[in-house]
């Protein structure tokens, strides 16, 4: 791309308003002064050369893509697929021209350039089961090309639910020993931005913070943006009233269903996930899962997959109680045995009666 | 452990231990008290109506007639009342424990809304911390408390308290207080069947042998 | 002098049972039973709450009958009941704890706490921890044939006064007799006109009855020391009489503790169902004026109030019957607050009344009663237990309340027309 953004924006037809404004949203949707929206707007407006934008180097690990798919295939050349032309996307498996040797080339040589300033985007979680031979790229496991990327990045996204948190790799039984990017690298800042995959508009604030402000926005403890994590779904449903007011779904396409009621007894984990789905919603603002008739998985969690089910209500078992029949029985018999214990005793003690007389009321 | 996991676990192993420690208890304690069994009374007996084992079981849930009790001891009746009735319609008639009990035994009912549980909640709450300041400060209360009596109003005030929090998501985000209050749960089921908390399936008994000596007798306690 | 604390735990592990063992895992420690027990409200002494009168109990049911109680006994984490502390304990186990049934009444939970007092008195007598008061009445019982030393002799002397005074003459040892009357021993030292006011009563209502030379003293002094062995050897001799004779109905006399030894633990403790019925005078009364029976003329003109003992009442089921009595016999019968079931006790009964050292908090929990009729102020006060008169008339005398007592079996039988002699 050349030119300053806001040029190539104007020739696919969006005008300097709507990037303004589009600035500010993305500023308000992040709890920014709407001095910050001007100042994204300025910043990546005036985006420079080629050259001298920032450079992102994005890394895939054990991912299935998704992640790539949710920024980048938008039903129209969207705001957030324009975020990659406000930096210079050094390396991009899925969206670069070159492969084989040219690509590996490419990632030293923007490594080498920019190193201590590169923003290091990580999607999928790193293997280190068989020392990490499960995903090996050029010859080299996703362990030892992460720890060094990580040494020359100023800051590391970690992308999705997978580099987040270990994603689905990592459920039950984790047969690959996959976990997260923040496991393995200690010393550098890490963001998390988790979903399965995460919401565009999200991938693109924190970007946009990034090369506003040269810093990452404030994150809670899971190292994930407040802005976009910082309140439950269940908190922002509009479905709520009826999980107040005690009006479920009870089964899909069942008539609470078809009312729009609550899915929490279909195992919604909207109370225990933070994320903006509800409120930003999917696909340009179209809909999202529970809008959908379906409930949340809970994506934007660790282990989610192992939360107990999706169709599991929170407030049920997450497994069924094994134990409890025997625990019972046991319970039962130990009662049982106590009683012909204590029948022993008494018995005993009523056999060793000695009859009171009246000499026997003195010691 | 993260808190998803940590939630997780409480939902699940957790669970699974603490009813399975509470049902052993339950029928462990129930067999040993019960099977001690009595003597049958030999002496001629009354029949008078309403003296019984039987009536004395349900009459004894309201103070005797006339005594002046409830004035003697208000705290005692009015705040046991109010905590006794305020968790059983938090336990009872929240709809997340309604779905819960569901799983576990398939029987459901209609709850109530949700706001009216949260003021319940406090209600109860209130009522619990009189409850304990009646205990510190009345005298024959205060001489008759062991750690037990302690302990077991802080395993069974936890569970409210930290179900009230994590719906108003105060102090911990709420997977962490969700966690938490499951936990305080099933420490509360862990240690019921061997604390006083018993009382919740030996007062029938109590009260029935209580009615059934007396109603022999034909003074209907 | 073999009475040893082994003897009293084995006892004790004897006479536990489901509901004691059902009581004491109730218990919420909420302290209503003190409200209710009058040496806690009258002294504010938190040790006299009834509950912890059963302390020593409860550690041998947890140590002896509990799975974690024999453990913790096992590895030495169980506090022992010690001799010391059954000592310590008698205070709390006879002198502050009539058996008078109000904490019974009131617990929440349902805890028949007299129930557990009673048996605890079983190991605190087997090991030697009785009051000396009651010990001295229960030695005079078996040995002597009453409680206060009372011989047939002196009981033949005083049927001889009664038959000179009324004309009516008192049979001894009649087999086949509908009724055999018993005295309690206040009644023939203290109360003779009882044996009079029987005598009338009978007469008038043509019943057959008789005193049994073997079995004339009805108090149960073994019942008050709570010694099931004690108490049988003296209920067997009442058990043996009536049987000798025949009766059809065993009276108890005007006596609280008596009445349930004989009507309610009678049988138990001879392990079969008697062949008699037993009736408490009162309740024989009541009868007699249902069947038209009791004839009485004039009405007594004081102001007059009841006090209901606590075995005749609460604990005996004997309720109605003697306000009916005093209706027939009295327009000026007011009742006291907290009359009838949930009446307070006198403070002397279950043996109390016999312990010398207990008569300072005796004479401090009869400021109760003293309230009762402070809010009634009648002239006299009728009841219907020797013992309970005698404390009375203690308390008022300490108090200096000028309201005499009478018993109201006498009462009933003066208002029996003269029919010559």
Redesign the interface.
Known sequence: MQGPLIDTLARRGVTRRTFFKYCATLASLMALPPSAGRAMAEAMAAAPAASRRPSVIWLPFQECTGCTESITRSHSPSIEGLIFDAVSLDYHETLMAAAGHQAEEALHHAMKENEGKYLLIIDGSVPLGMDGAYSCIAGRTNLEALKEAAKGAAAIVAMGSCAAFGGIPKAKPNPTGAVAVSDIIKDKPIINIPGCPPIPVVITGVLAHFLTFGSLPEMDKLGRPKAFYGETIHDRCYRRPFYDQGKFAKSFDDEGARRGWCLFELGCKGPVTYNACATVKWNAGTSWPVESGHGCLGCSEPDFWDAGGFYKALSMPANPLKMVGTAAAVGAA?GVA?SF??RA??SA??T???????????? | MNEMQFLTWVRGTGLNIAVSIFLLGVL??LV????????K????P?S?AGASGWN??FR??V??K??G?VK??PV?YIG?YVFHIGLALIVFLFAPHIKLIESLTGLSWPGLPSQVIDLVSVITIGAMLVVLAD?IN?????????FE?WFTWLVTFLPVLTGWMAVQHLLLPYTTMLALHILSVELLLIVLP?T?L??AF??W???????A??G????A? | ????LE?GI??L??V????????F????????C???CLF?TET?D??Y?P??KLEPLRRVYEQ?????G?LAKAVGLAKPVT?AELHEWQELVYNSCTLCGRC?????????IV?MVRKLREGM??????PDGI?GA??RT??IGSPMGVKLPAVKAQMKHVEDDYGIPIPLDAEGAEYMVMLSSMEIINFPEYLGAIAKIMHQAGKTWTLCSTAFEATNAGMQ?G?S??ARLIVSRIVDGAERLKVKTVISPECGHAYTAL??????LI????TF??KHIIEVLGEFQKAGLLKTEGFETDRLTFHDPCQLA????V?QQQRDLMNQVSKNFVEMP?AG??NWCCGGGGGASAIEEGEELRLEAFKKKKSQLDAVKPDRLVTACANCRIVLEEGLEHYQMNIPVVGLTEMIAEHIPEKGA
């Open positions: 130990a106590v214990a204590n005793k008494k003690a009523k060793g009666h000695e009859t009171t007389t009246l000499a026997d009321l003195e010691k | 462990w304690r040993e008290i019960y099977s001690l069994g009595r003597k009374d030999l002496s001629a009354r008078v004395t079981m004894r849930s103070p005797p006339g005594m009790m003697k001891s005692s046991g205990r009345k005298p024959v209360k205060r001489y008759l408390s062991t009596d061997f006083k018993f009382h030996t007062l008994g109590s009260r029935y042998y209580n009615g000596v007396n022999h007798k034909g003074v306690v | 002098m073999s009475a040893t003897k084995r006892v592990k004897e536990i049972d489901a509901p004691i063992a059902s009581y895992n109730s218990c919420v420690h909420c302290g209503l003190a409200e209710a806690y504010g938190p040790k709450t509950i912890h002896e009958y509990t799975l974690l024999r001799d019974s009444v009131v617990c929440p939970v349902g805890n028949d129930y007598s087997a090991s030697g921890n009785a010990k229960v030695n078996v040995t020391i010694n062995d004690l009507r309610w633990e009678g049988a138990n392990g079969r169902p008697f019925q037993v609460r604990r005996g089921g309720i907290d079931f949930i």
